[in-house]
Nanobody, 121 residues
Framework: QVHLVESGGGLVQPGGSLRLSCVAS????????MGWFRQAPGKERELVAR???????HYGDSVKDRCTISRDIPKKTAHLQLDSLKPEDTAVYYC???????????????WGQGVQITVSS
C-alpha cells in the first residue's frame, strides 16, 4: 500500500501565494516521479507540475510561469509553490506519484485525495 497526503490548500486573495506539500508513505522502493494536477469544476484534470527522478521537470502551460515544484527525495516529499494566484487557479489540486513498490517490477500510479485552493477576494 502507498499513500499520498497533501497539505497547504486554502483560501487566498488574487495575487497571493500558497505552498502545497505532498508526502508519500508505505511500501515504497523508489519514486519515479511526483507532481501535481488540478481539476476545476466542469473541467478536465490538467497537469500543474511534475518532477522526475532524473531531475527533469515539466510544467503545465496555464501555470508554468507562476509555480515551482521541488522534491525532497529522502523525505519522499514534493512541494509546489504557487505565486501570483488568479481566480482561475481555483481548483482541487491533486498530488500524483509513479512509485516502484518493493517486490513489484513496474511503477504504480497513485493519487492523493486532493486539496482545495480557492482564489477570491
Amino acid at each position: 500500500q502507498v499513500h499520498l497526503v497533501e497539505s497547504g490548500g486554502g483560501l487566498v486573495q488574487p495575487g497571493g501565494s500558497l505552498r502545497l506539500s505532498c508526502v508519500a508513505s508505505g511500501n515504497i522502493f523508489s519514486i519515479a516521479q511526483m507532481g501535481w494536477f488540478r481539476q476545476a469544476p466542469g473541467k478536465e484534470r490538467e497537469l500543474v507540475a511534475r518532477a522526475h527522478s532524473d531531475g527533469e521537470i515539466h510544467y503545465g502551460d496555464s501555470v508554468k510561469d507562476r509555480c515551482t515544484i521541488s522534491r525532497d527525495i529522502p523525505k519522499k516529499t514534493a512541494h509546489l509553490q504557487l505565486d501570483s494566484l488568479k481566480p482561475e487557479d481555483t481548483a482541487v489540486y491533486y498530488c500524483h506519484a509513479a512509485i516502484f513498490e518493493r517486490g513489484r517490477g513496474l511503477p504504480g500510479s497513485f493519487w492523493g485525495q486532493g486539496v482545495q485552493i480557492t482564489v477570491s477576494s
